[in-house]
C-alpha cells in the first residue's frame, strides 16, 4: 500500500492503533497456567469489539486470531491446549483488517523472570526492530533496513533467522515488496518509494539461522535450534523518516 491521501492514512493508523491495543491486552494478560487458546481468545474478543477482522483467518484460513509461539516455536504458533509457564517466551503476532485495511504487529513476552540471557535477547530484540524502523524513509535503500539490522545483530554476537522477512502491508496482509530482508543481502538495489506501508520485524537469535515448518503445517521452528524473539511495527516511510502506526491509544 502507498498511502496517497489523509483518509488513507487515518484508516491505517485506526487499524494499527487496534491492532497494537490488543497486542498490549493479550501482553499483559499472560500469566501461568493460561493455555495458548485461552490468551487467543482474549485477542479475538478485541478485535471484534473494535470491529476488526483477524487478518491470518480471514487470508490464510489459519486455525486462530493470532498467532502464538512459545519458545521454540518461533512464528505461526497455532493457539490450542499448551499451558504457558513460568519462565516462557510467548511470542504474540497480531495482524487484522478493517474497512479494507491492514496493519500488523508483534511482540515476544517474558513469563515471569527468565535467564539474563534470554532478557538480554528481548531487550536487543526490541532494539533491532528500533534500528531496522530508523532506516525506513522516502528514497532510501532498502537494503539499509537488513544492513543495520545486521552490524547490530554480528556486533553482539547474535544471529538472524534469514528466512522470515519483513513486507509490504495495508491492502492486505502480505504484498509489495513482497519480502523485506532484515539482514544484509547483496544485490539489493529496490528504494522505499514515498508513503510505502511496510513491516519491520527482524527475528533475532543466539544461533538460529533458518525457520522450518513443523508437523503441523504452520508452525515454525529454528534450525539449528536456539532461542529466538521477534518485534515487529507498521510503518510508512516519509521524506522525514518513518511513522509508526502500529501504537496503542
Known sequence: MTITGMDDLEGLKDIGRIVANTLQGMGKAVEPGMTTRELDEIGRALLEREGAESAPEACYD??????????????????????????????????????????????????????????????DGRKAMQIGISQVGAERPLAGIGNAIGRFAEDRGYTLIRNL????????????????????????????????VLTVEPFLSMGGLWASEGEDGWTLYSEPCAPVVQFEHTVVATEKGAILVTQPG
Request: hydrophobic share 35%; net charge positive; proline share 7%.
Open 165 to 196: 522477512a519483513s513486507h509490504g502491508v495495508g491492502h492486505s496482509l502480505h504484498e509489495y515488496p513482497e519480502e523485506i530482508p532484515t539482514w544484509p543481502v547483496r544485490g539489493e538495489r529496490r528504494r522505499i518509494t514515498k508513503g510505502l
Open 62 to 123: 489459519f486455525p486462530g486470531a493470532t498467532c502464538i509461539s512459545i519458545n521454540e516455536e518461533i512464528a505461526h504458533g497455532i493457539p490450542g491446549p499448551r499451558v504457558i509457564k513460568a519462565g516462557d517466551l510467548v511470542n504474540i503476532d497480531v495482524s487484522a483488517s478493517k474497512a479494507g485495511i491492514f496493519a500488523d504487529t508483534g511482540a515476544t513476552f517474558r513469563v515471569g523472570a527468565v535467564r539474563p540471557s534470554l532478557d538480554k535477547l528481548c531487550r
